[in-house]
Protein backbone atom coordinates (compact mmCIF):
# COMPACT_ATOMS: atom_id res chain seq x y z
CA UNK A 1 0.00 0.00 0.00
CA UNK A 2 2.81 2.44 0.73
CA UNK A 3 4.84 1.96 -2.54
CA UNK A 4 1.51 2.20 -4.43
CA UNK A 5 1.27 5.30 -2.15
CA UNK A 6 4.30 6.80 -3.25
CA UNK A 7 4.22 5.79 -6.65
CA UNK A 8 0.98 7.59 -7.03
CA UNK A 9 2.71 10.80 -5.53
CA UNK A 10 5.08 10.52 -7.75
CA UNK A 11 3.04 10.44 -10.76
CA UNK A 12 1.05 13.07 -9.47
CA UNK A 13 4.27 15.78 -9.28
CA UNK A 14 5.17 14.70 -12.78
CA UNK A 15 1.83 15.48 -13.71
CA UNK A 16 2.40 18.50 -12.27
CA UNK A 17 5.74 19.48 -13.35
CA UNK A 18 4.51 18.99 -17.31
CA UNK A 19 1.57 20.74 -16.78
CA UNK A 20 4.85 24.05 -15.22
CA UNK A 21 6.52 23.70 -17.97
CA UNK A 22 3.73 23.84 -20.55
CA UNK A 23 2.59 26.86 -18.91
CA UNK A 24 6.16 28.47 -19.07
CA UNK A 25 6.95 28.14 -22.40
CA UNK A 26 3.73 30.28 -23.10
CA UNK A 27 0.69 27.80 -22.00
CA UNK A 28 -2.19 29.76 -21.31
CA UNK A 29 -3.24 31.43 -18.44
CA UNK A 30 0.73 31.64 -17.23
CA UNK A 31 2.27 30.52 -13.89
CA UNK A 32 2.39 33.85 -12.62
CA UNK A 33 -1.52 34.16 -12.52
CA UNK A 34 -1.92 31.06 -11.47
CA UNK A 35 0.67 31.54 -8.90
CA UNK A 36 -0.35 35.08 -8.19
CA UNK A 37 -3.83 35.49 -8.64
CA UNK A 38 -6.78 33.58 -7.61
CA UNK A 39 -10.23 32.36 -8.63
CA UNK A 40 -11.90 35.45 -6.38
CA UNK A 41 -8.96 37.46 -7.28
CA UNK A 42 -6.97 38.39 -10.15
CA UNK A 43 -5.54 41.46 -9.30
CA UNK A 44 -2.77 43.03 -7.35
CA UNK A 45 -2.35 46.28 -4.94
CA UNK A 46 -0.47 48.80 -6.38
CA UNK A 47 1.86 51.26 -4.26
CA UNK A 48 -0.98 54.10 -4.47
CA UNK A 49 -3.75 51.46 -3.78
CA UNK A 50 -4.92 50.54 -7.60
CA UNK A 51 -5.94 47.45 -8.33
CA UNK A 52 -3.20 46.35 -11.46
CA UNK A 53 -4.52 42.72 -13.42
CA UNK A 54 -2.14 39.52 -12.51
CA UNK A 55 -1.69 38.68 -15.92
CA UNK A 56 -0.12 41.95 -16.68
CA UNK A 57 3.15 40.08 -14.86
CA UNK A 58 3.27 37.60 -17.40
CA UNK A 59 6.52 37.66 -19.18
CA UNK A 60 8.07 39.61 -16.58
CA UNK A 61 11.19 38.17 -14.10
CA UNK A 62 8.70 38.19 -10.66
CA UNK A 63 10.30 38.09 -7.66
CA UNK A 64 7.55 37.33 -5.18
CA UNK A 65 8.91 38.93 -1.76
CA UNK A 66 8.24 37.05 1.92
CA UNK A 67 8.97 39.80 4.34
CA UNK A 68 7.46 41.86 7.61
CA UNK A 69 7.99 45.22 8.71
CA UNK A 70 8.62 43.33 12.40
CA UNK A 71 11.79 42.15 11.50
CA UNK A 72 14.99 44.12 11.07
CA UNK A 73 16.87 41.96 8.47
CA UNK A 74 13.77 42.64 6.28
CA UNK A 75 13.67 46.18 7.06
CA UNK A 76 17.22 46.27 5.31
CA UNK A 77 17.00 44.38 2.47
CA UNK A 78 13.75 46.00 1.53
CA UNK A 79 15.61 49.00 1.52
CA UNK A 80 18.25 47.59 -1.08
CA UNK A 81 15.75 45.41 -3.23
CA UNK A 82 13.81 49.24 -3.69
CA UNK A 83 17.02 50.39 -4.79
CA UNK A 84 17.50 47.79 -7.55
CA UNK A 85 13.93 48.19 -8.58
CA UNK A 86 14.33 51.41 -9.02
CA UNK A 87 17.41 50.70 -10.97
CA UNK A 88 15.67 48.24 -13.04
CA UNK A 89 13.00 49.99 -13.81
CA UNK A 90 14.82 53.37 -14.75
CA UNK A 91 16.43 51.40 -17.52
CA UNK A 92 12.80 49.20 -18.87
CA UNK A 93 13.84 45.89 -17.45
CA UNK A 94 10.93 43.75 -17.68
CA UNK A 95 10.88 43.31 -13.69
CA UNK A 96 8.83 42.99 -10.74
CA UNK A 97 8.02 42.51 -7.39
CA UNK A 98 5.17 41.42 -5.46
CA UNK A 99 5.00 41.81 -1.85
CA UNK A 100 3.78 38.96 0.61
CA UNK A 101 3.22 39.91 4.16
CA UNK A 102 3.71 38.47 7.36
CA UNK A 103 2.65 41.66 9.72
CA UNK A 104 0.82 41.54 12.28
CA UNK A 105 -2.31 43.69 11.31
CA UNK A 106 -3.46 45.53 8.40
CA UNK A 107 -1.88 48.77 9.77
CA UNK A 108 1.27 47.54 9.99
CA UNK A 109 1.38 45.95 6.72
CA UNK A 110 0.51 49.78 4.82
CA UNK A 111 3.22 51.22 7.01
CA UNK A 112 5.46 48.48 5.42
CA UNK A 113 4.37 48.88 2.05
CA UNK A 114 4.51 52.48 1.82
CA UNK A 115 8.27 52.43 1.34
CA UNK A 116 7.94 49.70 -1.39
CA UNK A 117 7.53 50.87 -4.91
CA UNK A 118 6.30 47.55 -5.94
CA UNK A 119 3.00 45.49 -5.93
CA UNK A 120 1.34 43.28 -3.34
CA UNK A 121 -0.92 40.69 -2.62
CA UNK A 122 -3.81 42.16 -0.39
CA UNK A 123 -3.52 41.64 3.75
CA UNK A 124 -6.94 40.29 3.81
CA UNK A 125 -5.95 37.23 1.32
CA UNK A 126 -4.53 34.93 3.79
CA UNK A 127 -5.53 31.53 1.59
CA UNK A 128 -2.93 32.98 -1.05
CA UNK A 129 -0.63 34.11 1.63
CA UNK A 130 -0.76 30.24 2.92
CA UNK A 131 -0.27 28.80 -0.53
CA UNK A 132 2.62 30.73 -1.35
CA UNK A 133 4.85 29.89 1.55
CA UNK A 134 3.86 26.28 1.20
CA UNK A 135 4.33 26.05 -2.43
CA UNK A 136 8.23 27.88 -2.19
CA UNK A 137 8.47 26.10 1.43
CA UNK A 138 9.61 29.55 3.05
CA UNK A 139 11.02 29.01 6.27
CA UNK A 140 12.95 31.99 6.78
CA UNK A 141 12.35 35.68 5.95
CA UNK A 142 13.11 37.85 4.14
CA UNK A 143 12.86 35.32 1.28
CA UNK A 144 12.71 36.78 -2.66
CA UNK A 145 12.13 33.96 -5.13
CA UNK A 146 12.21 35.02 -8.52
CA UNK A 147 10.49 33.27 -11.26
CA UNK A 148 12.28 33.14 -14.78
CA UNK A 149 9.27 33.44 -18.06
CA UNK A 150 12.07 31.98 -20.16
CA UNK A 151 13.31 29.51 -17.86
CA UNK A 152 13.35 25.60 -18.22
CA UNK A 153 12.47 23.76 -14.76
CA UNK A 154 14.52 20.67 -15.95
CA UNK A 155 17.64 22.57 -14.93
CA UNK A 156 15.80 24.79 -12.09
CA UNK A 157 16.52 28.07 -13.76
CA UNK A 158 12.68 28.73 -13.83
CA UNK A 159 12.40 29.50 -9.65
CA UNK A 160 15.50 30.79 -8.12
CA UNK A 161 14.95 30.75 -4.19
CA UNK A 162 18.27 32.81 -3.21
CA UNK A 163 17.11 36.34 -4.53
CA UNK A 164 18.04 37.81 -1.19
CA UNK A 165 21.48 36.60 -1.67
CA UNK A 166 21.49 37.26 -5.88
CA UNK A 167 20.65 41.23 -4.72
CA UNK A 168 23.06 41.65 -1.83
CA UNK A 169 25.89 40.03 -3.88
CA UNK A 170 25.20 41.38 -6.96
CA UNK A 171 22.48 44.39 -7.26
CA UNK A 172 21.16 45.07 -10.37
CA UNK A 173 23.66 43.66 -12.43
CA UNK A 174 21.80 40.12 -10.96
CA UNK A 175 19.16 40.76 -13.72
CA UNK A 176 17.52 38.68 -15.72
CA UNK A 177 18.57 35.97 -13.20
CA UNK A 178 19.17 33.46 -15.90
CA UNK A 179 21.72 30.95 -15.70
CA UNK A 180 24.47 32.41 -18.35
CA UNK A 181 24.27 35.96 -16.11
CA UNK A 182 24.96 34.30 -12.64
CA UNK A 183 27.71 32.72 -14.33
CA UNK A 184 28.96 35.41 -16.05
CA UNK A 185 29.17 37.58 -12.82
CA UNK A 186 31.07 34.41 -10.91
CA UNK A 187 33.63 34.40 -13.74
CA UNK A 188 34.04 38.65 -13.30
CA UNK A 189 34.03 38.18 -9.37
CA UNK A 190 36.45 35.37 -9.45
CA UNK A 191 38.75 37.40 -12.12
CA UNK A 192 38.64 40.13 -9.45
CA UNK A 193 39.94 38.12 -6.41
CA UNK A 194 42.58 36.57 -8.60
CA UNK A 195 44.03 40.04 -9.32
CA UNK A 196 43.13 41.83 -5.69
CA UNK A 197 46.11 43.80 -4.58
CA UNK A 198 46.14 46.03 -1.59
CA UNK A 199 46.06 48.97 -4.14
CA UNK A 200 42.83 48.14 -5.85
CA UNK A 201 40.89 47.22 -2.94
CA UNK A 202 41.38 50.66 -1.22
CA UNK A 203 42.18 53.53 -3.60
CA UNK A 204 40.18 55.18 -6.06
CA UNK A 205 39.71 57.07 -9.02
CA UNK A 206 39.82 60.50 -7.05
CA UNK A 207 42.11 58.94 -4.17
CA UNK A 208 45.36 57.20 -3.82
CA UNK A 209 46.07 57.94 0.35
CA UNK A 210 44.73 57.18 3.76
CA UNK A 211 44.12 58.69 6.99
CA UNK A 212 46.61 58.56 9.90
CA UNK A 213 47.61 60.47 13.02
CA UNK A 214 51.19 61.58 12.17
CA UNK A 215 52.05 65.31 13.20
CA UNK A 216 53.71 66.01 9.83
CA UNK A 217 51.10 64.68 7.49
CA UNK A 218 47.56 63.69 7.84
CA UNK A 219 47.62 61.35 4.77
CA UNK A 220 49.71 58.15 3.88
CA UNK A 221 50.32 56.72 0.70
CA UNK A 222 48.31 53.76 0.11
CA UNK A 223 51.96 52.05 -2.00
CA UNK A 224 53.14 52.41 1.70
CA UNK A 225 50.89 49.65 2.85
CA UNK A 226 52.15 47.29 -0.31
CA UNK A 227 54.01 43.78 1.07
CA UNK A 228 52.51 44.46 4.81
CA UNK A 229 49.66 42.53 6.20
CA UNK A 230 46.98 44.53 6.30
CA UNK A 231 43.61 44.69 8.71
CA UNK A 232 40.68 46.04 7.52
CA UNK A 233 38.35 47.00 10.78
CA UNK A 234 34.75 47.39 9.91
CA UNK A 235 32.90 49.23 12.62
CA UNK A 236 31.36 51.92 13.76
CA UNK A 237 30.63 54.27 17.27
CA UNK A 238 27.28 53.41 16.96
CA UNK A 239 28.03 49.81 17.27
CA UNK A 240 28.14 48.16 21.03
CA UNK A 241 29.93 45.50 20.29
CA UNK A 242 32.53 47.42 18.08
CA UNK A 243 33.38 49.91 21.31
CA UNK A 244 33.62 46.86 23.19
CA UNK A 245 36.22 45.03 20.49
CA UNK A 246 37.93 48.22 20.29
CA UNK A 247 40.26 48.68 23.28
CA UNK A 248 41.10 44.88 22.63
CA UNK A 249 42.28 45.21 19.10
CA UNK A 250 44.34 48.42 20.21
CA UNK A 251 46.25 46.25 22.43
CA UNK A 252 46.78 43.74 20.66
CA UNK A 253 47.87 45.76 17.35
CA UNK A 254 50.45 47.32 19.89
CA UNK A 255 51.91 44.11 20.87
CA UNK A 256 51.66 42.99 16.99
CA UNK A 257 53.72 46.34 16.06
CA UNK A 258 56.26 45.70 19.31
CA UNK A 259 56.69 41.90 17.96
CA UNK A 260 57.58 43.07 14.46
CA UNK A 261 60.00 46.37 15.38
CA UNK A 262 63.04 44.29 15.11
CA UNK A 263 61.73 42.87 11.70
CA UNK A 264 62.84 44.49 8.80
CA UNK A 265 60.97 42.74 6.12
CA UNK A 266 57.62 42.04 8.05
CA UNK A 267 55.07 45.12 8.98
CA UNK A 268 51.34 45.00 10.21
CA UNK A 269 48.67 47.80 9.63
CA UNK A 270 44.86 48.06 10.18
CA UNK A 271 42.77 50.35 8.14
CA UNK A 272 39.31 51.68 9.82
CA UNK A 273 36.39 51.11 7.21
CA UNK A 274 33.80 53.29 9.35
CA UNK A 275 30.10 53.21 8.98
CA UNK A 276 29.91 56.04 11.38
CA UNK A 277 26.80 58.00 11.04
CA UNK A 278 28.27 61.78 10.71
CA UNK A 279 32.13 63.43 10.29
CA UNK A 280 31.84 64.44 14.05
CA UNK A 281 31.21 60.65 15.42
CA UNK A 282 33.94 59.20 12.90
CA UNK A 283 36.48 61.92 13.77
CA UNK A 284 35.59 60.97 17.84
CA UNK A 285 36.07 57.35 16.65
CA UNK A 286 39.03 57.55 14.64
CA UNK A 287 41.13 59.59 17.42
CA UNK A 288 41.00 56.48 19.63
CA UNK A 289 42.83 54.38 17.22
CA UNK A 290 46.35 54.31 16.55
CA UNK A 291 46.28 52.75 13.21
CA UNK A 292 45.03 54.01 9.53
CA UNK A 293 41.18 54.94 8.07
CA UNK A 294 39.46 55.47 5.03
CA UNK A 295 38.28 58.90 4.80
CA UNK A 296 34.62 59.19 6.35
CA UNK A 297 31.72 58.63 3.78
CA UNK A 298 34.56 57.69 1.14
CA UNK A 299 32.86 55.38 -1.86
CA UNK A 300 35.12 52.80 -1.39
CA UNK A 301 33.58 52.20 1.98
CA UNK A 302 30.85 50.81 0.15
CA UNK A 303 32.80 48.69 -2.30
CA UNK A 304 34.64 46.74 0.31
CA UNK A 305 31.59 46.43 2.29
CA UNK A 306 30.28 44.67 -0.52
CA UNK A 307 33.14 42.85 -1.60
CA UNK A 308 33.89 40.78 1.29
CA UNK A 309 30.09 40.82 1.94
CA UNK A 310 30.04 42.27 5.80
CA UNK A 311 26.63 41.90 7.02
CA UNK A 312 27.62 42.46 10.96
CA UNK A 313 30.11 44.63 12.24
CA UNK A 314 33.04 44.93 13.68
CA UNK A 315 34.59 42.25 11.71
CA UNK A 316 37.91 42.14 10.83
CA UNK A 317 39.57 40.69 7.50
CA UNK A 318 42.83 40.63 6.90
CA UNK A 319 44.58 40.93 3.53
CA UNK A 320 48.56 39.03 3.25
CA UNK A 321 51.54 40.57 2.31
CA UNK A 322 50.73 39.58 -1.57
CA UNK A 323 47.14 41.26 -1.36
CA UNK A 324 45.16 38.75 -1.37
CA UNK A 325 42.53 37.93 1.68
CA UNK A 326 44.11 35.70 4.28
CA UNK A 327 40.68 35.82 6.50
CA UNK A 328 37.48 37.46 7.19
CA UNK A 329 37.33 35.87 10.56
CA UNK A 330 40.46 38.12 11.72
CA UNK A 331 37.80 39.56 15.18
CA UNK A 332 37.48 35.67 15.95
CA UNK A 333 41.08 34.77 15.47
CA UNK A 334 42.10 38.12 17.86
CA UNK A 335 39.74 37.02 20.68
CA UNK A 336 40.55 33.23 20.73
CA UNK A 337 44.71 33.89 20.20
CA UNK A 338 45.49 37.38 20.63
CA UNK A 339 48.63 38.74 19.34
CA UNK A 340 49.57 35.03 18.54
CA UNK A 341 47.07 35.21 15.85
CA UNK A 342 49.73 37.38 13.72
CA UNK A 343 51.00 36.48 10.54
CA UNK A 344 46.92 35.23 10.70
CA UNK A 345 48.18 32.56 7.40
CA UNK A 346 47.06 28.95 7.75
CA UNK A 347 50.21 27.60 8.90
CA UNK A 348 49.90 29.61 12.18
CA UNK A 349 46.33 29.03 12.22
CA UNK A 350 46.58 25.45 11.93
CA UNK A 351 49.54 25.85 14.71
CA UNK A 352 47.27 27.66 17.19
CA UNK A 353 44.74 25.28 16.52
CA UNK A 354 46.66 22.37 17.86
CA UNK A 355 48.04 23.83 20.69
CA UNK A 356 44.30 24.96 21.57
CA UNK A 357 43.24 21.06 21.14
CA UNK A 358 46.17 20.02 23.29
CA UNK A 359 45.15 22.87 26.09
CA UNK A 360 41.53 21.88 26.10
CA UNK A 361 42.14 18.08 26.75
CA UNK A 362 43.92 19.06 29.97
CA UNK A 363 40.78 21.18 30.60
CA UNK A 364 38.26 20.09 33.61
CA UNK A 365 35.25 17.92 31.21
CA UNK A 366 32.61 20.25 33.63
CA UNK A 367 32.53 23.58 35.41
CA UNK A 368 30.48 25.28 37.89
CA UNK A 369 30.34 28.77 36.49
CA UNK A 370 30.64 31.72 38.64
CA UNK A 371 28.47 33.14 36.03
CA UNK A 372 25.67 30.36 35.51
CA UNK A 373 23.67 28.16 38.06
CA UNK A 374 24.36 24.71 36.39
CA UNK A 375 27.18 22.67 35.76
CA UNK A 376 28.76 23.73 32.26
CA UNK A 377 30.27 20.67 30.03
CA UNK A 378 33.08 21.15 27.73
CA UNK A 379 32.23 20.74 24.01
CA UNK A 380 34.63 21.35 20.70
CA UNK A 381 33.07 21.50 17.31
CA UNK A 382 32.86 17.77 16.72
CA UNK A 383 30.59 17.31 20.12
CA UNK A 384 28.05 19.73 20.02
CA UNK A 385 29.90 22.91 19.84
CA UNK A 386 30.30 25.57 17.18
CA UNK A 387 29.82 29.04 16.64
CA UNK A 388 28.85 31.11 19.61
CA UNK A 389 28.85 34.50 21.52
CA UNK A 390 30.53 34.08 24.85
CA UNK A 391 27.54 34.95 27.77
CA UNK A 392 31.05 35.86 29.89
CA UNK A 393 33.03 38.58 27.57
CA UNK A 394 30.02 38.73 24.49
CA UNK A 395 32.52 38.16 22.23
CA UNK A 396 32.48 35.25 19.72
CA UNK A 397 33.94 32.23 19.70
CA UNK A 398 34.18 28.83 17.93
CA UNK A 399 35.73 25.91 18.96
CA UNK A 400 35.80 24.50 22.66
CA UNK A 401 33.34 26.19 24.82
CA UNK A 402 31.56 25.62 28.55
CA UNK A 403 28.21 25.07 27.57
CA UNK A 404 24.84 24.69 29.76
CA UNK A 405 22.90 22.65 26.45
CA UNK A 406 19.18 23.24 28.57
CA UNK A 407 19.82 27.31 29.15
CA UNK A 408 21.92 27.81 25.42
CA UNK A 409 24.55 29.38 28.02
CA UNK A 410 28.14 29.28 26.13
CA UNK A 411 31.50 31.24 27.43
CA UNK A 412 35.15 30.59 26.34
CA UNK A 413 37.10 28.36 28.08
CA UNK A 414 39.49 31.56 29.02
CA UNK A 415 36.46 33.11 30.26
CA UNK A 416 34.52 30.19 32.32
CA UNK A 417 35.44 31.35 36.47
CA UNK A 418 35.61 28.16 38.08
CA UNK A 419 33.66 28.78 41.58
CA UNK A 420 34.37 26.97 44.70
CA UNK A 421 31.75 23.94 44.78
CA UNK A 422 33.75 22.28 42.31
CA UNK A 423 37.06 23.16 43.38
CA UNK A 424 36.69 20.51 46.47
CA UNK A 425 36.35 17.70 44.05
CA UNK A 426 39.19 18.36 42.47
CA UNK A 427 41.28 19.36 45.06
CA UNK A 428 40.69 17.18 48.24
CA UNK A 429 42.78 17.31 50.69
CA UNK A 430 45.04 19.71 49.23
CA UNK A 431 43.61 23.19 49.36
CA UNK A 432 41.33 25.32 51.45
CA UNK A 433 39.08 28.14 49.29
CA UNK A 434 37.84 30.72 49.73
CA UNK A 435 35.74 33.57 47.21
CA UNK A 436 36.72 36.81 48.13
CA UNK A 437 34.51 40.20 47.29
CA UNK A 438 36.30 40.65 43.83
CA UNK A 439 35.19 37.23 42.71
CA UNK A 440 39.13 35.98 42.74
CA UNK A 441 39.23 32.27 44.63
CA UNK A 442 42.23 32.38 47.05
CA UNK A 443 43.67 28.61 47.83
CA UNK A 444 45.75 28.22 50.66
CA UNK A 445 47.60 24.60 51.86
CA UNK A 446 49.79 24.11 54.75
CA UNK A 447 53.77 23.94 53.76
CA UNK A 448 54.65 27.17 52.11
CA UNK A 449 56.73 26.99 49.06
CA UNK A 450 55.07 28.99 45.68
CA UNK A 451 52.83 31.39 45.11
CA UNK A 452 50.42 31.07 42.39
CA UNK A 453 47.39 33.31 41.01
CA UNK A 454 44.02 31.62 40.42
CA UNK A 455 41.07 32.42 38.61
CA UNK A 456 39.69 30.97 35.82
CA UNK A 457 39.23 27.25 34.92
CA UNK A 458 41.82 27.31 32.50
CA UNK A 459 44.51 28.07 35.20
CA UNK A 460 43.27 25.51 37.56
CA UNK A 461 44.67 23.01 35.46
CA UNK A 462 48.19 24.86 35.58
CA UNK A 463 48.05 24.52 38.99
CA UNK A 464 47.67 20.97 39.14
CA UNK A 465 50.68 20.91 36.73
CA UNK A 466 52.75 22.63 39.07
CA UNK A 467 53.47 25.91 36.75
CA UNK A 468 53.65 29.03 37.74
CA UNK A 469 51.37 32.02 35.94
CA UNK A 470 49.36 34.79 36.24
CA UNK A 471 46.26 34.69 35.32
CA UNK A 472 42.97 37.64 34.48
CA UNK A 473 40.72 38.25 37.23
CA UNK A 474 37.02 39.12 36.83
CA UNK A 475 37.80 42.28 37.36
CA UNK A 476 40.80 43.09 35.29
CA UNK A 477 42.95 42.58 38.61
CA UNK A 478 45.31 39.83 39.96
CA UNK A 479 46.01 38.76 43.28
CA UNK A 480 48.93 36.53 44.48
CA UNK A 481 47.68 32.96 46.28
CA UNK A 482 50.04 31.13 48.55
CA UNK A 483 50.16 27.35 48.62
CA UNK A 484 52.13 26.24 50.75
CA UNK A 485 53.89 22.86 50.71
CA UNK A 486 51.94 22.37 47.49
CA UNK A 487 51.95 19.13 46.22
CA UNK A 488 50.24 18.24 42.81
CA UNK A 489 47.14 16.19 42.94
ZN1 LIG B 1 34.50 34.97 26.53
ZN1 LIG C 1 21.88 26.28 32.51
Redesign the pocket.
Known sequence: MRREGCERRELEEKEEEEEWVLIINGGVGGIVSRLLGTEKRDFLLSPNGDQVKVSELEGKVVGIYFSANWYPLCQKFTTVLANVYEQLKYKGAQFEVVFVSSDEDIDAFNRYRACMPWLAIPYSDLDSKKALNKRFDIEDIPCLTILRPDGNLEDNTTILHDGVELIDRHGARAFPFSKDRLEELERVEKAKRENQTITNLLANDNRDFLLCHSSLSKQVSITSLQGKTIGLYFSAQWCLPGLKFNPKLISIYNKIKQLLTHKRDEDFEIVYVSSDRDQAAFNAHFDTMPWLALPFGDPTIKTLTKYFDVRAIPCLVIIGPNGKTLTKHGRNLVNLYFEKAYPFTEAQLRYLERKMEEEAMKLPKTVHHAGHHHELTLVSEGTGGGPFI?C??E?Q?SGWAYQCIGCGYE??P??AKAVMSHWPRLWEGYFEAKLDKSGVTKHEERRSTVTFFVSTATDLVRVSRFEPFVPRTGDGRSEPIHLKGYRPC
Request: charged share 35%; net charge negative.
Open positions: CDCEGVHKC
